[in-house]
């Protein structure tokens, strides 16, 4: 089958190797002839495990090709998939969907014949109907349907979860375009992965309904680890004491500095506006967002105060901290809403001095914190700091010689943002150890 995929950022690159690599002819498109400049040298945009050798063996294979060119790309094509960004809106909150209808308005204008028009990008409820009415006001000739298929690939797995999904969620009701559809996705068939169609607005919405949850899990959570710390109780055998009930689960129950990241902090606030425009509030969501927003700050000040510093903490000015992990998760290059960020700035605003590491995103955290001090490895970071803060839980941090940070640091003090470590382990390496809701 032969599938356009507009858009070559993570969905995009991921999901058109992925399909490649099912078998299908798969043509990947950006307007950054940067980015497809590179693609062609074999450089990935983003960091992804695994993603440049699936990429490479289907480019090898001539079953993944990458290009400027929309229009020769779009005419012939059996599927045409819309995977551009939808960032938060500037001001408002809303998802910006000018990319989306931009690149609807290119594929009206360069279709040839009958196709299927998928929108893999996250949007809000009601944007197929937009996108079907641009395609019937351009091109009312054409037999072309428009489907739903939202994407739930998590970053640092998304080739996992692209090929071995937990589901795939298709929002169409009509037939030939689910036909197309089950030809796109039958190799999963074959290995029996769930595959639920539904109408094309129950689609877009339980790809906001889901990550909103997800997001209510985890500041859950984080705000019973607080309670955790007041109590003397120890948030990890809580998450674990309720994840066994399979009614809840374990996953999204680790206790930390909040949640960031390309998906959750945008979709939230692109739920809650629509429902506010529907008039039908989400008030559980929107106590998410402003608990997560206050508890990247708060983690802030947490340190402050491991460090000694008392109220505003501007009597820790002049200390040295070294953050290790700057990426909302590890795995990943991706700096966008990360809490190190918030955190960053509230020590750099109590007059404290930051040193950081993280193996993948410094490139990205450069452009977004300038004035951090970057360092090749953990053991330069700490290099003389009053405190080591593990902010991402990247594997090269879970098993740090604490001897060697020992003595490298100027105190040894360790705040614990994501609870890697045992209390008993880092304390008789001779550390104040502060950890979350423990």
């Known amino acids: 089958m032969r599938i356009v995929m507009i858009g070559s950022g993570y969905v995009g690159l991921v999901s058109g190797a992925c399909f490649a690599d099912f078998g299908h002819d798969v043509v990947c498109v950006d307007k950054d002839e940067g980015k497809i400049a590179a693609l062609h040298a074999g450089r990935m945009p983003i960091y992804e495990p695994g993603l440049d050798q699936l990429v490479a063996a289907n480019v090898a294979a001539g079953r993944l090709t990458f290009t400027t060119d929309l229009a020769a790309s779009v005419a012939g094509a059996e599927a045409i998939f819309i995977a551009v960004g939808t960032p938060a809106r500037r001001g408002d909150g809303h998802a910006d969907l000018s990319y989306v209808f ?14 299927v028009i998928v929108t893999k990008s996250t949007v809000p409820v009601g944007t197929g109907d937009e996108v079907e009415r641009i395609i019937r006001e351009a091109r009312p000739e054409l037999d072309v349907a428009v489907v739903s298929n939202p994407e739930f690939l998590r970053e640092g797995a998304a080739i996992a979860d692209f090929k071995r999904p937990d589901r795939v969620v298709i929002g169409t009701d009509d037939a030939r375009a689910r036909g197309v559809m089950q030809e796109v996705y ?101 106590a ?3 608990v997560n927003e206050a508890r990247k700050r708060k983690m802030g000040r947490k340190v402050l105060h491991a460090l000694g510093a008392q109220g505003d903490g501007s009597d820790a000015r002049g200390k040295t901290v070294a953050l290790l992990g700057l990426t909302f998760k590890p795995n990943t290059d991706d700096m966008r809403d990360a ?18 590491h993280d193996p993948e995103g410094t490139k990205q955290a450069k452009t977004m914190m300038p004035d951090l001090t970057y360092c090749a490895d953990p053991y330069e970071a700490v290099q003389g700091a009053d405190a080591v803060v593990i902010v991402t839980e990247w594997d090269a941090f879970r098993a740090l010689d604490l001897h060697r940070l020992k003595s490298a640091m100027a105190t040894p003090v360790m705040v614990d943002l994501r609870n890697v470590y045992r209390r008993e382990a880092v304390e008789a390496a001779g550390f104040s150890y502060t950890a979350v809701g423990r």
């Open 288 to 290: 998410v967002v402003k």
């Open 102 to 115: 931009g690149a609807t308005h290119e594929i009206a204008a360069a279709l040839s014949g009958p196709t």
């Open 339 to 356: 809490p190190s960020i918030a955190i960053a700035q509230a020590l750099a605003d109590a007059g404290v001095t930051v040193r950081a």
């Open 186 to 286: 039958r190799p999963l068939y074959l290995n029996e992965n769930p595959i639920l169609f539904t109408g094309r607005r129950t689609s877009e919405l339980i790809k906001y309904a889901a990550n909103a949850f997800l997001a209510t899990k985890i500041t859950f959570i984080n705000e019973i680890a607080d309670l955790c710390e007041v109590v003397g109780a120890d948030v990890k055998d809580v998450s674990r004491g309720i994840g066994l009930d399979n009614r809840i689960g374990r996953k999204f129950l680790h206790a930390g500095p909040g949640y960031g990241g390309s998906c959750f902090p945008k979709d939230t606030l692109a739920l809650l506006k629509t429902a506010d425009d529907y008039e039908s509030p989400i008030h559980i969501v929107d």
